[in-house]
T-cell receptor
Framework: KAGVTQTPRYLIKTRGQQVTLSCSPI?????VSWYQQTPGQGLQFLFE???????NKGNFPGRFSGRQFSNSRSEMNVSTLELGDSALYLC????????????FGQGTRLTVV | AQSVAQPEDQVNVAEGNPLTVKCTYS??????LFWYVQYPNRGLQFLLK??????LVKGSYGFEAEFNKSQTSFHLKKPSALVSDSALYFC?????????????FGSGTRLQVQP
């Protein structure tokens, strides 16, 4: 069974640009969540999608957005990049039930210069 | 605010010795509790979870964790550490019956196992 796939693995962008990250969940998993990991703030929840609808959102500015497609694949977009957006962005997929664990992809390392 | 604390930034242990990585939580309500491990340049790998029932939970790679409701703790343990266990460990929770699937993570504990 294939795991969670995130593309690309690494990205370098310039301040002010925008970026789109992609996540393909485990087959059969319809819930996809995104997290940002930085040395200073640790792991922080960005948002969760289920059945193409955003179900929950973390405390991030509107520059961070996402969507989910009918095949459960998800993308997140960051517009007007800032230096502080440099981070490892992790996608997690899971079954819908709350008591199930999330499975994480290897992440996309975004560097903003 | 609901949170989970990992009081030790780093834990050092000799190979073959038992290890404990501490986690305490502060939530209003009942949590599902999880442990994840992260190796360099990798995502998080699920180790184990506490849902309900037996307070001692067994997980992957010989790890186990003990849920203690009165002390609001969920410490990760292993009877005999391996050098390959050296990694970053995260405790996390999700509140029951809220419909929210977001995980709240602790700050992480770096485990260093010396040969």
């Amino acid at each position: 069974k294939a795991g969670v796939t995130q593309t690309p693995r690494y990205l370098i962008k310039t301040r002010g640009q925008q970026v789109t990250l992609s996540c393909s969940p485990i087959s059969g998993h319809r819930s996809v969540s995104w997290y940002q990991q930085t040395p200073g703030q640790g792991l922080q929840f960005l948002f969760e999608y289920f059945s193409e609808t955003q179900r929950n959102k973390g405390n991030f500015p509107g520059r961070f957005s996402g969507r989910q497609f009918s095949n459960s694949r998800s993308e997140m977009n960051v517009s007007t990049l800032e230096l502080g957006d440099s981070a490892l962005y992790l996608c997690a997929s899971s079954l819908r039930q709350q008591n199930t664990e999330a499975f994480f992809g290897q992440g996309t390392r975004l560097t903003v210069v | 605010a609901q949170s989970v604390a990992q009081p030790e930034d780093q834990v050092n242990v000799a190979e073959g010795n038992p290890l404990t990585v501490k986690c305490t939580y502060s939530v209003s309500g009942n949590p599902y509790l999880f442990w994840y491990v992260q190796y360099p340049n990798r995502g998080l790998q699920f180790l184990l979870k506490y849902i309900t029932g037996d307070n001692l939970v067994k997980g992957s790679y010989g790890f186990e964790a003990e849920f203690n409701k009165s002390q609001t703790s969920f410490h990760l343990k292993k009877p005999s550490a391996l050098v390959s266990d050296s990694a970053l460990y995260f405790c996390a929770f999700r509140l029951m019956d809220t419909g929210r699937r977001a995980l709240t993570f602790g700050s992480g504990t770096r485990l260093q196992v010396q040969p």
